[in-house]
């Protein structure tokens, strides 16, 4: 996963690496969850199912795995009928191009009258989230579950 998002970095708007990040971000819940044994499941809550990981996740550790969770979902099965997603399907990420003016692109983000390309996440509900900041934060998580 942190070589994924390393590489991620260095081409933030290349959708086969951000594909390949949330793949390994949610893979990475799959994965503790099967390393657990009964005792610290218990310390989760009781839970029994890696879906439930992934819900308490969302929950109580970082709001947008849910974007994740769904992404990489969506990416697999092309439609989501799941009633938690926020994303319901693989059209619902991809590049937006900004900038072409001066003073259009925040400073240093691109040259004079230059275009910046940028990753997003569209939520079931319209709204845009930049895939920098969400792959950020999922990453923080983990950074702090796995120390």
Known sequence: MVRAYE???KHPS???YVKA???QMNVMAERMWSALDDIEREEYGRLTTASEFRRYLVERHCRDFQLVWDVDDAHKHVELSRKSAVISSADQSGTVTWGGAIGSA???AAPIAGTVEEFIFK??????????IVLHNVMEMWKSMLG
């Open 7 to 9: 590489e991620y970095l």
């Open 14 to 16: 290349d959708v086969f």
């Open 21 to 23: 990040v949330v793949h």
């Open 106 to 108: 925040p400073l240093g």
């Open 123 to 132: 939520t079931n509900d319209g709204s845009e989230v930049k895939a920098r």
